[in-house]
């Protein structure tokens, strides 16, 4: 499934994409209407088949030994030999094996079903590598799970006071153990905050005061609005356990601040925090308070005492404790596996792929600084982690119960394969690609990765403003046939330039035939299930299904598609958005250049389509985009949210307009300009306010009837039959 550059060219001798590069042969990928096929025997190559045994060349069981050969699967009858116990026994065998003798295939690692418990990553470098010809796979024994884990099983439970049980921690007393995550049988636990539901309110700002304690802790008034609030009497206490340990989670518009106590002033009800937020802290639409000992009323809620060394747990009504499994991430282990190129020496780990792996528990950590970040929460860590990886795929494997992120493509990554994973119960997002600064030199872009057949479920389940993928300054990649859903404040975000220059590498990107629905079902809602920002040409953003995107009582957005400021040279065209909050497509004023073409947005509730504005000083710009053959149909608010509409210098034509219940169609929320008035702006000359004519929508069925002025107009039918997680492996 690898594939070798040529000329600047990745190539693969069986499978060419319609893009002009090659792609790995197992990847089914459609690209526009051409269906790229596997090569012959790829997928269901007999060697690689689910029915028939592949006999690895190196064994791994937690039963195992790393004295013995590692060439056995069991632990032979005289048990004087059998698998090894580590993956670094194994990855040592690996390199002696390349080292020693011309091996022709590909070299099979193969781990025993059960738990290997890491309290490291475990490191592949260069000398890890192996070849097109002899790539080194690390898998699942066949019928068996193995699962590379970061966490710790925690037992000897006792009936404490009330409905609450304890566990003392001399790790944690003595300062070597801490952790913020908790999972009783494979389930998510929350610390106890206060308030249980709802959230606070900040009163104000805090004044400077020159010769008050404040100003000798923050010295830079201008930072002041970042690191202290006046709160309403009562909401934050002094009295409350272990005050250096409670978190202030303030919700912010796309993003929060977590933030750390650095001192309360209980007669001006001050808080001022050791660091600060990204905006001013009342840019927000509310807080709670994280981690309150004096708040685990509510069962399924736990906390652990730093001070004392316990942990306490309020069970869910009949969780017997004495039976169940309860884990907690091990110190410091925020990763489990690292792939370590040397990008700037072109020495680069490649060829290596891991198969039917499940990746589970990792920690999260919270600085002493606290956390923010202006958007898509990008800084946290990644249990999978990439420099200089060429040609490497992560197949079907299992990455759950993570702190953070999944997968991070960071510097100089090319030609890698993200295929049929299941991603669930992640702190962060799924998939990282690319860095957020643009490199200086060719062969530190990542490009040309492919995350295709995903199913990335219930990410963002601690930092709030997460993307489910997220693409930085990287070009060239495809994001196929995956199926997003949960509290993420966006499905995919492409591009990280605000404003069309300096040119960036974010380009050439294809979002296609991802099925997305019911996002934003976390604390902060979602923006929007597809996101772009800056000057992008040669991105295509097509063949999506979009459905029930939920908005934040904090703030009124939930969109399908956005394309943000700066964005010039993308084009959107046979997506369905269906229900949306904000509607099926909003841009920038600040963008120009696209091309959104031959999409259905279906049923926005608060409005259907929206233009909002981050205009640069000086003459406004024109928009100047194409927004034409576009079925947009509604049954409440208006058509159109603007904050301003600059000029009418932009091509909308060739598109049907339908309010259900037939009420007055108006462009301009402010102006109302009636549907004439609009066309003598020059504005959708040759559109029409008609019934599109569905077959039936409500249930999935954008076709349309005959005689439908959609297709008198041009329109292309939409099929949305083959969006979402394909087969690819099936025997």
């Not at 219940?661 to 559109?687: C, I, N, R």
């Amino acid at each position: 499934m690898f594939c070798k550059r040529v000329n600047g060219k990745s190539q693969h001798k069986n499978v060419l994409s319609s893009r002009g590069y090659w792609i790995p042969a197992t990847v089914t990928i459609l690209l526009g209407m051409t269906t790229v096929l596997p090569a012959t025997g790829s997928v269901n190559d007999p060697a690689r088949s689910e029915s028939k045994t592949v006999r690895a060349d190196f064994y791994i069981s937690p039963d195992g030994d790393d004295s013995w050969s590692g060439k056995l699967a069991e632990t032979n009858a005289e048990q004087a030999d059998g698998p090894f116990a580590t993956l670094e026994r194994a990855r040592e065998a690996v390199r002696k094996l390349r080292a020693t003798m011309n091996h022709h295939g590909p070299i099979h690692v193969q781990l025993r079903g059960g738990t290997y418990r890491l309290e490291k990553p475990f490191v592949l470098r260069p000398e890890d590598s192996g070849s097109e010809a002899s790539p080194v796979i690390y898998e699942s024994f066949p019928g068996e799970k193995a699962v590379i884990s970061g966490g710790k099983i925690i037992s000897g439970w006792q009936k404490a006071d009330g409905p609450l049980w304890k566990v003392e921690m001399p790790e944690v007393q003595a300062g070597k153990w801490y952790f913020r995550q908790m999972f009783v049988n494979g389930k998510r636990r929350h610390r106890p905050r206060y308030p249980k539901e709802d959230f606070l309110k900040l009163a104000n700002l805090s004044e400077f005061d020159k010769n008050s304690w404040m100003a000798q802790s923050t010295p830079d008034e201008g930072e002041l609005a970042k690191r202290a609030f006046q709160y309403e009497p009562g909401d934050i206490r002094s009295d409350w356990s272990n005050i250096n340990d409670i978190e202030i989670v303030v919700l912010q518009f796309w993003t929060e601040a977590r933030l750390r106590i650095q001192r309360l002033d209980d007669q001006k009800h001050v808080v001022l925090f050791t660091g600060g937020s990204f905006r001013p802290l009342t840019w927000s639409g509310g807080y709670y308070v994280d981690n309150v000992f004096e708040e685990i009323s509510e069962p399924g809620s736990w906390y652990l005492d730093r001070g004392k060394g316990v942990l306490y747990y309020h069970p869910l009504p009949g969780e017997d404790l004495s039976q169940a499994e309860i884990i907690a991430p091990g110190a410091g282990v925020y990763q489990l596996l690292r792939l370590e190129g040397d990008v700037d020496q072109g020495r680069f780990v490649q060829h290596v792929r891991f198969v039917k792996l499940t990746f589970a528990y990792t920690a999260w950590e919270l600085p002493e600084e606290g956390h923010c970040n202006p958007q898509a929460e990008i800084t946290p860590p990644a249990a999978i982690f990439a420099d200089g990886a060429y040609y490497c795929s992560l197949e079907r494997c299992e990455l759950s119960h993570l702190g953070a992120w999944g997968i991070e493509m960071r510097r100089g990554c090319r030609d890698n394969s993200i295929i049929g994973n299941t991603f669930g119960d992640l702190g962060a997002g799924c998939v990282k690609i690319g860095e957020r600064e643009n490199c200086d030199q060719d062969i530190e872009e990542t490009r040309n990765i492919v995350v295709s057949d995903n199913r990335m479920l219930d990410a963002g389940q601690v930092y709030l403003g997460a993307a489910g993928i997220w693409i930085g300054q990287s070009s060239g990649n495809i994001i196929s046939h995956n199926e997003i859903t949960g509290p993420l404040m966006w499905a995919i975000s492409v591009g990280w330039t605000w404003s069309y220059f300096p040119l960036q590498r974010a380009r050439d990107n294809i979002i296609e035939f991802n099925h997305i629905h019911e996002l934003g079902t976390g604390i902060l809602g979602t923006h929007g299930a597809i996101y772009a920002l800056g000057t992008s040409p040669g991105t295509v953003i097509r063949n999506n299904y979009i459905r029930n995107i939920s908005a934040s009582d904090l703030w009124g957005s939930g969109e399908g598609i956005i394309l943000d400021n700066g964005c010039y040279g993308i084009v959107v065209e046979n997506n369905v958005v269906y229900n949306a909050v904000a509607g099926g497509y909003g841009s920038n004023f600040n963008c120009a250049g696209n091309f959104i073409h031959n999409n259905i947005f279906l049923y926005g509730q608060k409005y259907q389509l929206t233009v909002y504005g981050d205009l640069p000083p000086g003459p406004k710009p024109y928009k100047g985009e194409i927004f034409a053959h576009n079925i947009i149909v509604w049954r409440q608010g208006p058509l159109l949210k603007e904050s301003d509409w600059p000029d009418f210098s932009t091509l909308w034509d060739y598109n049907v307009y339908f309010h259900e219940k037939e009420e007055p169609v108006t462009f301009l929320s402010g102006k109302k300009y009636t549907f004439a008035q609009w066309q003598a702006k020059g504005m959708d000359e040759h559109s029409v306010v008609a019934d599109p004519m569905f077959v039936d929508p409500s249930n999935g069925d954008f076709s349309l009837k005959p005689g439908s002025p959609a297709l008198k107009l041009g329109f292309k039918p939409i099929d949305i039959s083959k969006v979402g997680p394909r087969n690819l492996f099936a025997k």
